[in-house]
């Protein structure tokens, strides 16, 4: 089993940058396949982008293409999200989770932990 906790959300303005990241607790964070979701107020959960376990190859949501980048350090047990030249849709609670699939799936059934989301807040 796996525990997340994500960190670094915030309020920023358009066009600004923020860098969310999320720390694994427990065993074998190289086994699972990390992904980052997120949901907007009335909305459903989202993909938003993924990344294998040896972290060599990433998928990502048409909407963040350019614009997001996903990276992990096995090392620190810990998922990032780059985010730059945000969007006021990008406004949402981001939520990182843990896949033991071994495929890279985009859909939220696939991932079998999930952290509590961090907030983040883009301002036009």
């Known amino acids: 089993q796996v525990q997340l906790v994500e960190s670094g959300g915030g309020l920023v303005q358009a066009g600004g940058s923020l860098r969310p990241s999320c720390a694994a607790s427990?065993?074998?964070?190289?086994?699972?396949?990390m992904g980052w979701f997120r949901q907007a107020p009335g909305k459903e959960r989202e993909f938003v982008a993924a990344?294998?376990?040896?972290?060599?190859?990433?998928i990502y949501a048409d909407s963040v293409q350019g614009r997001f980048t996903i990276s992990r350090d096995n090392a620190k047990n810990t998922v990032y999200l780059q985010m730059n030249s945000l969007k006021p849709e990008d406004t949402a609670d981001y939520y990182c989770a843990a896949s033991r699939n071994i495929v890279i799936r985009t859909t939220a059934p696939a991932y079998d932990y999930w952290g509590q989301g961090t907030q983040v807040t883009v301002s036009s």
């Open positions: 990344i294998s376990r040896g972290g060599s190859r990433t």
């Open positions: 427990g065993r074998s964070f190289d086994n699972y396949i």
